[in-house]
């Protein structure tokens, strides 16, 4: 890949990320099948790891992003006292949009620096080669636990970003522009809102794909040297943010 | 009846160098062989040649009958899970537990010799638990851990690289 420059390289490292991934999912899911113990355990520890652990750090960003949009409309009911569509396209721009990006961004900052880093040490411990050698699959084993925790954590992370940025935004709602929380929920738990959500959750698997996808295609990248660890984790953030970006750009314009 | 491992005119080069050149060597079962060479001259190699981790530059290797070179990635995995390798360095999993690493060389196969596996380990802990002096003869060295990893598979190869 190191041969190749420009559009010829970047589609050879989506191909790249896209049959890891692909190749993830399928190792994932013959081990467990097979019923292979170690399967199980390292699911229970990633688990923890991508579901539970970054919620203390993505809970109050979602409440800030929340308070932000908050104030913003809270300015704008001040001057115009047009609250029903304010409200509703706050509600429905925070679940669709806001939310989901900034769950995506911070799967971009810790899936792909995380898995870049982890293969790049592996690979430079020699325990790819250890794999291969007791006839396991590197992909299945290395990335496989992490896929199904990264693809579980996305709805639950979207889920409760999505409250607290809702929760986040009724303060400063309240506080400016006198929005009570009764008639702020009603906009904020509507049906409408509720569509939001999913396509906010549809959004942000896809972004935790691309997000593992550019991961694990950096992190597949030889390593010569313990310094090309660090070098690969920032290539992978700042190619994960671009892919991200690039997709949110996308699909807001086409669909 | 082929032999267990065949090298047929493999040759190897690496950054310019020709490390193994035209290499013939026939292993049948229950053959004990052990490979000396200087330092660098490419024993490593061989063995990652003979478990298809590397393709020859020419020849072929052939594992228990099968064309490594040519084999597909999942056929090339099924014969290394037969065989019992120890890398030079170590070739342990950080992450994992003696035990895991442990377990790790029994696979995902077949389920009575997986169970025949299971059974193995959990002696060997066991012993180790009663027999503390043992155990730290045991935990002396790395490379006794990957020995401990080889008894665990009923390899039909079984490779160390200077591990003793």
Known sequence: MDALRGGPKLLAAIGAGAWLTMRAALGMGRRLIAGDALAQRQLADGLPLHVWRPLRTLLPLAALAGIIAGIGAGRLLTLYNAQIPVLSGLAEILLRDIVPLLVGLFACGSVSVALSSRLGAMALNREIDALEALGRDPVAHALGPALAAVLLSAPIHMLLGGIAAVIGCGVPLALIANVGWPLWSGFAFSHEAAAAMLTGIAKLLLYALIAFGVGSAVGAKPVRSPADIGRRATTAFTAGLLGIFSAAALWTALL | ?164
């Open chain 2, 1 to 164: 009846m082929s032999a267990l491992l065949a090298f047929e005119g493999v040759s190897l080069v690496l950054g310019g160098t020709r490390l193994l050149d035209q290499v013939d060597l026939a292993i049948e079962a229950g053959d004990r062989v052990a490979i000396l060479a200087d330092s660098g001259a490419g024993k490593s190699w061989l063995l990652r040649l003979a478990i298809g981790l590397v393709t020859p530059g020419s020849g072929t290797v052939r594992l228990m009958g099968v064309a490594l070179d040519v084999a597909p990635p999942d056929v090339r995995r099924l014969l290394r899970a037969r065989c019992g390798v120890a890398m030079q360095g170590g070739s342990l999993l950080g992450d994992l537990s003696v035990e895991e690493n442990m377990r790790l060389a029994i696979g995902t196969g077949d389920w009575s010799k997986r169970r025949r596996g299971e059974r193995r380990i959990d002696r060997l802990l066991l012993l180790l638990t009663q027999d503390r002096a043992l155990a730290g003869r045991l935990c002396e060295r790395v490379y006794r851990l990957e020995r401990g990893r080889l008894i665990q598979q009923d390899a039909a190869v079984t490779v160390p690289d200077a591990t003793s």
